[in-house]
Nanobody, 126 residues
Framework: QVQLQESGGASVQAGGSLRLSCAAS????????MGWFRQAPGKEREGVAT????????DYADSVKGRFTISQDNTKNTLYLQMNSLKPEDTAMYYC???????????????????WGQGTQVTSPH
């Protein structure tokens, strides 16, 4: 059974940094596309960043390019999202997701991901 557990969410002043973690278990980590997504109140869930487990290819939403970095530690089956220069518009619930695909779809392809964590809240006040 695929399980994803996010952690690291917090309230951080605009301009600050935060690192999210996602612990994955219950499947062969090296065969999945992994991604971070977010959903703000009243808005649709949107893709933030993706990476294929065991590879270096990454994809980012335009809104976070140059500020956020997705990475992974395959020895720990853990996915990370380093968020720098946080903005108030980054405030959202952040989700980790996995898709059993031979390669990652575009980061905007939210519905391509079938496994989801419970989410961790990130708040960056004005």
């Amino acid at each position: 059974q695929v399980q994803l557990q996010e952690s690291g969410g917090a309230s951080v002043q605009a301009g600050g940094s935060l690192r999210l973690s996602c612990a994955a278990s219950g499947y062969t980590y090296s065969s999945y596309c992994m991604g971070w997504f977010r959903q703000a109140p009243g808005k649709e869930r949107e893709g933030v960043a993706t990476i294929y487990s065991g590879r270096r290819n990454t994809d980012y939403a335009d809104s976070v390019k140059g500020r956020f970095t997705i990475s992974q530690d395959n020895t720990k089956n853990t996915l990370y999202l380093q968020m720098n220069s946080l903005k108030p518009e980054d405030t959202a619930m952040y989700y980790c997701a996995a898709a059993r695909l031979p390669l990652c779809p575009p980061v905007r392809a939210v519905t391509a991901f079938e496994y989801w964590g419970q989410g961790t809240q990130v708040t960056s006040p004005h």
